[in-house]
């Protein structure tokens, strides 16, 4: 079955840096488009980032542009997020999800690890 | 940038019918995806491509999209239904293409 697994979430201070890791099982990783979405205390979703299959194709949140990197390692079947220059609003449950890209959704999502950015 | 608009709450009795609207500028021609969120946990897709079901989702959950407005109903609504819902759609014209509602709870009396 598809398990998605983040981890890496924790307390961080403003200007700092931290990387969410996720781990995926039971699909063929290489082959699908991987994206995190974030969700604040109490808001909405709000998508930060998508990678494709290959890593040649990123996107970006106007939000986190310039802070964020998203990357993968298909021979790991993992994927990542950098997170740079941390600021309070960054404060969120971070969910890795898989896309399915004929329809841009995502059919399964990870439990999600909460990123703390506070002084 | 694409806004999608839905009612922050709804409230429904068990055994009768919830919808759950998602407005947006021609909506009708997008294709939009629905997520059930319930507290603590992450999003679970109940409803894609406007009106499809994964495996696993009851039938009572079904989808519908035209014009400005999109809807999920939910039929025969039962006290595990209560959740936030989400839609979301792709805007293949925009910079920032995946787009998500502002989400509905869902309240069962």
């Known amino acids: 079955q598809v398990q998605l697994v983040e981890s890496g979430g924790g307390l961080v201070k403003p200007g700092g840096s931290l990387r969410l890791s996720c781990a995926a099982s039971?699909?063929?990783?290489?082959?699908?488009?991987m994206s995190w979405i974030r969700q604040a205390p109490g808001k909405g979703l709000e998508w930060v980032s998508y990678i494709s299959s290959s890593g040649s194709t990123i996107y970006y949140a106007d939000s986190v542009k310039g802070r964020f990197t998203i990357s993968r390692d298909n021979a790991k079947n993992s994927l990542y997020l950098q997170m740079n220059s941390l600021r309070a609003e960054d404060t969120a449950v971070y969910y890795c999800?898989?896309?399915?890209?004929?329809?841009?959704?995502?059919?399964?999502w990870g439990q999600g690890t909460l990123v703390t950015v506070s002084s | 940038s694409y806004v999608l608009t839905q009612p922050p709450s709804v409230s429904v009795a068990p055994g009768q019918t919830a919808r759950i609207t998602c407005g947006g500028n021609?909506?009708?021609?997008?294709?939009v995806h629905w997520y059930q969120q319930k507290p603590g946990q992450a999003p679970v897709l109940v409803v894609y491509?406007?009106?499809d079901r994964p495996s696993g989702i009851p039938e009572r959950f079904s989808g519908s999209n035209s014009g400005n407005t999109a809807t999920l109903t939910i039929s025969r609504v039962e006290a595990g239904d209560e959740a936030d819902y989400y839609c979301?759609?792709?805007?293949?014209?925009?910079?920032?293409?995946?787009?998500f509602g502002t989400g509905t709870k869902v309240t069962v009396l």
């Open positions: 979301q759609v792709w805007d293949s014209s925009s910079d920032h293409p995946r787009v």
């Open positions: 491509d406007d009106s």
């Open positions: 999800a898989r896309d399915v890209s004929s329809s841009w959704f995502c059919d399964y």
């Open positions: 039971g699909f063929t990783f290489s082959d699908y488009y």
């Open positions: 021609n909506i009708g021609s997008k294709s």
